[in-house]
Each structure stands twice: as C-alpha cells, then as structure tokens.
C-alpha cells in the first residue's frame, strides 16, 4: 500500500471506512467501497479495476465495477460527510483553493474529453479537465469537491444521452462551476477560508463580484493586464447621479486619471516599497522574494458596465532575479491586514499541486477507464476518500512524534 499496512493501520482504516461510507446505505454498497479504496491505496501500477481487484484478497473485478460504474449511489452525502470528517482534524481554516487539473485520454469517447487547454499539460490537448475546492490549513489540504468541466460538444443530444449526463446539466465556464462548487460547501456549512486562486479564476471580474456577494474574502491571481485606478484620490465607489440632477452616472473615482495596468503601477513604486518576505519553509530552504501592496480600484466593471467592485489590496512580487515584477494578485481583506498575510494566503495554492500529484501519482484519480458521468463522479469521490485517509494518517503521525519530544510532565 501507500502506507505501511500495520495492524493498528488496517484498524483504523476500517473505522474510517465504516464511518465514512454508511451514507452508501446498501451492505454491498458499503462493501465494495471498501474494497475499492483499499485498492486505490494498495501500491504498483494504474489503477484499473482488474489490477485493483487482484491487489485486494477479496477483490471481484464485476462488482467494483458495478459498483463505480453503475450502482445509483448519491456522492454528494458522502463527500459532505468526509468534509466535516477532514474539517475537524485539519481546524482552524485558513483558505479555500479553487484549482482544475487536466487528466490526459487518447480516445474521444470518455466523458467531458475534448481537445482543451490543460495546465497539467501546459498546452491545448486530449483531455477530460476537472474543477476542484480544497479546504487548506499550514498543516495540510483536501479537496472538499470536484466537478467535471463539460465543453459544449458534450450537451448534445446523443452523447449527453450515451455518457448519462443529467439533462439539469448545462454548459458553465470553470469559474462559474467554481461558485457552484462554494455554495455547495456553503451550504454544508463548511467553515469558510479565505478563497485563493490563480489568475484564470482571479481575473474574472464577474468570479471575485460573485465571491464578494457571498461575503467571502479573497486573494486571488490577476494578468499583468488588469487595470485599476490607485488610491491617488477619492477611491469610493461612483454611484449614480443623485435624483434631481442631470447628467450621466460618475464613471470613475474622484481625483483620479486614467487605470492603469497592474504591471505599470508596480514599476512605478520606489524601491524602499518592497519588502522581502518568507512564507514558508520548503524542503530547500526559506522560500521567500520580494513584496508590496497598495490599495487600488479595478476599473473593468465601470469601463465596461459590468460589476462593479469596491477597493481591494493590489499584491505584487518581484523576485531577484527577475528585472520586473511577476506576480499580481487582489484582494478584499480589510485595509489593516499585513503584507505577511496577503503573501501566505496568496501563495497557499502551492499545497493544491502537490495534492494533485498525490491524487494521479499515488492513487490514480486519472486511472478511471469508464466513459460515463455517474462513474467518474463515483471513482473521483472514492480517491478523495482515500486522500483523507492517508491525510489523516500524516497528521497522526506529526502528533506522535511530537508527543513522542515532549518531555515527561514534571521534568521540563
């Protein structure tokens, strides 16, 4: 396995699963669940079902593939369940990620594959693209949900019908399944982060008016590109003209000229401006470089007469080895909040990628062999079980060995 099979670790993985897979109903249900996560987490190879069965004493290649494939069991009740399960040992929240992965085919025929832009690839390809939320602490991250963007393509009649795609589902950009993905955790009262995400989320005006109307906080990734007007004036809101007086409603802020790019209004700070600042401690060493923030208005909802957007903090890094800044983030924590806060919630995100390997790498998230939307849900939702398993395992194991340095009561 991915773990050492100790007694004491089957034990607990048997009352993890027993806990965590009662929302299935059915015995059987619950019985090849188990299987099927044990063998997720047995070790060697792609994660099909028939390599997966013959890892487990009591595997059986037809049911496991049954029961993924075609069994009418609900996701949504047990990924809720795992979520509340993670949010108690991962307590106290510190953001919410929004993330998609890619995971590469070679046929057409998988559910939601087409010829797209994947950053796994790092380039337009062959492949199924999924839309997930992690709930991340400085100790760990989960994924709390995932969905499957679906290209227009697969909203055909026919092939939604031959990858049983439910006829309630429509086409929706990835930021838009990203809030869908948010109010479902909302709405199992998940603890709220701070929502962190990069610039494919981040620069969409319409995604961070949609997080401010659900009152959460953020700290999102913009291009370069994006415009806004600096705090060099009255930075309020314009509103619309006052009743009795004529004219068309201000479009802009008081005082201020035209918006300028995120990039152009970092290279014009001063040097003593920048910060250096160290957010973590990598395996390598500090991982550090250069910051500053100021307060800002982006003009696109006024320019274009879309949402409109109160001040938020404009982030920017400039690492030493680079002759410009590179980085650009927004945000709308509270004006009092420190630079080294926004650059640890600005770079949380790097806890999502190394799940994502974990996930494909080590428990096949990218292995499922089937072609309908009910069996990637049901195989997505079994890795993230198993995720939370060995998730939890890391924890304990942290809390051991610290247990372990603590001195004897009396003694210190």
Known sequence: MVMDTTRAQRERLKGFLDSMLVTLGRSERRQWGGVYVRGLLAAGGRRATASMAARTSDGNVQAMQQFIGQSPWA???????LAHRMVEALHPVAAWVVDDTGFPKKGS??????RQYSGTLGKIGNCQVAVSLHYATDDAAVPLDFTLYLPEEWLEEKRRQKAGIPEDVTFQSKWALALALIDRSLAWEVPRGVVSADAGYGNI???????????????VGVQSTTTVWVDAGDLSRPVGTSRGRRG????????????????????????????????????????????????????????????????????A????????????????????????SLVRLAKIRWWIEQGYQQLKDELGLDHYEGRTWQGWHHHVTMTMLAFGFLTLESLN????????????????
């Not at 996701?75 to 369940?81: S, V």
């Not at 025929?109 to 087409?114: L, N, P, R, T």
């Open 75 to 81: 996701w949504d009740p047990l990924r809720q369940g």
């Open 109 to 114: 025929h998988s559910v939601g594959v087409a």
């Open 205 to 219: 005006t319409e995604f961070r008016t949609g997080l401010a109307e659900r009152q959460l906080l953020f700290v």
């Open 248 to 315: 068309r409603p201000r479009r802009k802020p008081l005082g201020v000229n035209a918006p300028v790019s995120v990039a152009g209004v970092s290279r014009s700070w001063p040097q003593k401006r920048w910060q250096r600042v160290t957010w973590r401690e990598g395996t390598r060493g500090s991982m550090a470089s250069h910051f500053a923030a100021v307060r800002v208005l982006p003009s696109h909802g006024y320019q274009h007469g879309g949402p409109k957007e109160e001040t938020l903090w404009l982030l």
């Open 317 to 340: 890094e400039w690492p030493e080895e680079e002759a410009a800044p590179t980085k650009f983030w927004l945000a709308n924590l509270p004006g009092d909040t420190s630079l080294l």
């Open 397 to 412: 194991a942290k809390k051991n060995f610290w247990t372990a340095l603590a001195p004897a009561e009396g003694t210190a």
